[in-house]
């Protein structure tokens, strides 16, 4: 798949079939997160892979939006370091990586969480001077995709050009 498609066609995904993902492709997934740019090259996260069923029904169980995260066969929990000025960018960076190379290979999945994981946090076992950003459960999709159909603004409303207000040129 050609990265701007997966760009147009990735939609959230919070139902998940009994399909394990496969080890080359978690593989992926992790690399694709562990490859992406970060300010300064700070690499300020780390990411823990989870597909102990028991583990991601405790998962479900913390997280209050993303109780589904108990049925999906894989998730990844994305820890960034305290310290860092820039974890929360650039681990969201990350995730979009991997929900994006996931996506490629017929894997779904939806960003759970935004900080204050603090259960999460304590299941997983992460040290004091990281806190869990989000989690990110990943599976093949239970239903058929709707091929990527979105609902967005127009582009005329959200992209300006040169200063703000000033029309962006369509393609016409």
């Known amino acids: 798949m050609e990265v701007f498609d997966a760009v147009r066609t990735v939609l959230a995904v ?17 690399a694709a ?3 992406t740019a970060s300010s300064i090259n ?8 989870v ?36 974890g929360v960018s650039d681990a969201s960076r990350a995730i979009q990586s991997m929900i994006l190379t996931a996506w490629a290979a017929g894997v779904g999945s939806n960003w759970v969480g935004f900080g204050g994981l603090d259960q999460v946090k304590t299941l997983l076992g992460v040290p004091e001077a990281f806190d869990v950003l989000a989690v990110v459960p990943f599976g ?21 050009f040169q200063r703000y207000g000033q029309p962006y040129p369509s393609e016409e």
């Open 140 to 160: 093949y999709p239970q239903q058929a995709t709707s091929g990527g159909k979105k609902s967005r603004k127009p582009l005329s409303e959200v992209v300006s």
């Open 42 to 49: 700070g690499q300020p996260w780390h990411f823990i892979v």
């Open 33 to 35: 997160a562990h490859l």
């Open 14 to 30: 919070r139902q998940y079939d009994d399909r394990p993902v496969p080890p080359d492709v978690v593989r992926q997934i992790v």
């Open 51 to 86: 597909d102990d069923p028991d583990t991601l029904r405790q998962l479900g169980g913390a997280l209050r939006t993303g109780p589904y995260v108990a049925h999906a066969p894989l998730a990844v929990a994305v820890a960034i370091e305290r310290a860092s000025p820039y």
